[in-house]
């Protein structure tokens, strides 16, 4: 999942730098960006949270 995120986040970013592209369509891209963000922010944040909870059953 992880690595899907940072696919669609390279690919989107790629889109609107490279290409000249409509409004509509650079504006879907950017909100397609954002998402992908989100969504590697969720992840690693709840791969965090799991790592703090085994940390905190060791002691």
């Known amino acids: 999942m992880m690595f899907l995120g940072i696919m ?3 690919t989107t ?10 409004v509509t369509t ?3 891209l950017i909100v ?10 969720a992840l690693l944040y709840k791969n965090y949270k799991v790592k703090l ?3 905190n059953q060791d002691d």
């Open 13 to 22: 970013g790629f889109l609107i730098i490279n290409n000249e592209i409509e």
């Open 53 to 55: 909870q085994e940390n």
């Open 26 to 28: 650079s504006i879907f």
């Open 32 to 41: 397609f960006l954002i998402l992908a963000v989100l969504m590697l922010i």
């Open 8 to 10: 669609i986040g390279l």
